[in-house]
Structure formats: C-alpha cells, structure tokens
T-cell receptor
Framework: TQLLEQSPQFLSIQEGENLTVYCNSS?????LQWYRQEPGEGPVLLVT?????EVKKLKRLTFQFGDARKDSSLHITAAQPGDTGLYLC???????????FGAGTRLTVKP | NAGVTQTPKFQVLKTGQSMTLQCAQD?????MYWYRQDPGMGLRLIYY???????DKGEVPNGYNVSRLNKREFSLRLESAAPSQTSVYFC?????????????FGPGTRLTVT
C-alpha cells in the first residue's frame, strides 16, 4: 500500500506550458520533501515544506503544503526541457522515525 | 566534495550469492540510509543509521544486513541473494539530527539477481 499517492503518474507536455503534480495521503506528515531524479542518478532535493499551508517558490517551481499537512502540490510555470525528470514526494512521519516516498510523476517536456 | 559515493555501480549475481554494497559520504553527516527503488513502487527504506553506532530497520529489511563502519561509511549486505532483490539501491545521508530530513543521495547501484 502506497502511503503517498502521486498524480499523474506520467505527464508529457510542450515547452512553455504550465503544469501541476500532486502528492496526497491520508496520513499527517511533520514535513514533506520534493525531489527530482534524472535517469541513472539519485534523487536531488528540491524543497522541504514544514508548516501547513506553506508555499515555497524556487524560480519557476511553486510548492505548497496542505493546511492539514496531508498533501502537497508542485506547480511549474513555463516548463522547459530541462525540467524533464521523475518528481518524487516524500513525507516524514510526525515522530520523525519514518519516511515514505511516493512512486513519482514522470514528466517529459518536449521542445 | 564528492558527496555520497556508492560502489559498485552495476552488479549481476546468481541466486544464493552474497555481496556487500558500499556507501561513503564526505559531508560529515550523522545519519545514513539505504533504499531500494523498483518501478511503480517509489523508494522504500531498507535500513537506516541515525548516528554512528546505531542501526534500525526500515520498511523492507528482510534479506539484508547493514554495518555503520564509522561516521563516513554505511554498508549493505545481501547474504543470499534472491531474484526479488533485483533493484536499484540508493544510499543517502543527512546532517540534521532529526532523522530523515533533507537527504542527499548517491548515484545508485543497479543489481540484477538471476
């Protein structure tokens, strides 16, 4: 059973389009992280969100943590081919003794 | 800084063989982790070490053992490999004493068990 459900599983868009991917759970997390992974490499941390309702921006990427700390979204504005990759969310449990990853959203941005 | 390094990058084993995956970090991090990544499953935690001298089971520890050799190194051993252990294995580390925060990953070891 996947504690963190990511949607969509696959997304293919044209350069310049906007997109949003989602990370949902029935569990409450003390923090949630977003990673990007490119083929043949390990995941690279993009952001950590800690407070319910928190919004963080990283250039064209906007991350939001749900008010109840059960879900998160990642919005990319004007996507570029360099944004192509597997986007993973990961939630740390409230007592910080466990972390679970979602299965990821595989994004392809075509030039 | 090299960050987190893993050896080997690729390995093919026959069922029943044993091997040790090596991981080292040069960031002076306290915590280290081993994950496996399978298609459609995301990353699943095998074992972690919150600090030097301690290890704890994660979500999928069966069939594996670990050793936190020192602060830098954390190894993963498969005593008797099975085809179900075919996967990509990632080692990670984090500085924060609060375990699981802001992890830095190595490049992975691709293991095939035939």
């Amino acid at each position: 059973t996947q504690l963190l459900e990511q949607s969509p599983q696959f997304l293919s868009i044209q350069e310049g389009e906007n997109l949003t991917v989602y990370c949902n759970s029935s569990s409450v997390f003390s923090s949630l992280q977003w990673y990007r992974q490119e083929p043949g490499e390990g995941p690279v941390l993009l952001v950590t969100v800690v407070t319910g309702g928190e919004v963080k921006k990283l250039k064209r990427l906007t991350f939001q943590f749900g008010d109840a700390r059960k879900d998160s979204s990642l919005h990319i504005t004007a996507a570029q081919p360099g944004d192509t990759g597997l986007y993973l969310c990961a939630g740390a449990s409230d007592n910080n003794n466990d972390m679970r990853f979602g299965a990821g959203t595989r994004l392809t941005v075509k030039p | 800084n090299a960050g987190v390094t893993q050896t080997p990058k690729f390995q093919v084993l026959k069922t029943g063989q044993s091997m040790t995956l090596q991981c080292a970090q040069d960031m002076n991090h306290n915590s280290m982790y081993w994950y496996r990544q399978d298609p459609g499953m995301g990353l699943r935690l095998i074992y972690y070490s919150a600090s030097e001298g301690t290890t704890d089971k994660g979500e999928v520890p069966n069939g594996y053992n670990v050793s936190r050799l020192n602060k830098r190194e954390f190894s993963l051993r498969l005593e008797s490999a099975a085809p179900s252990q075919t996967s990509v294995y990632f080692c990670a580390s984090s500085e924060n004493p609060s375990v699981f925060q802001e992890q830095y990953f190595g490049p992975g070891t691709r293991l095939t068990v035939t």
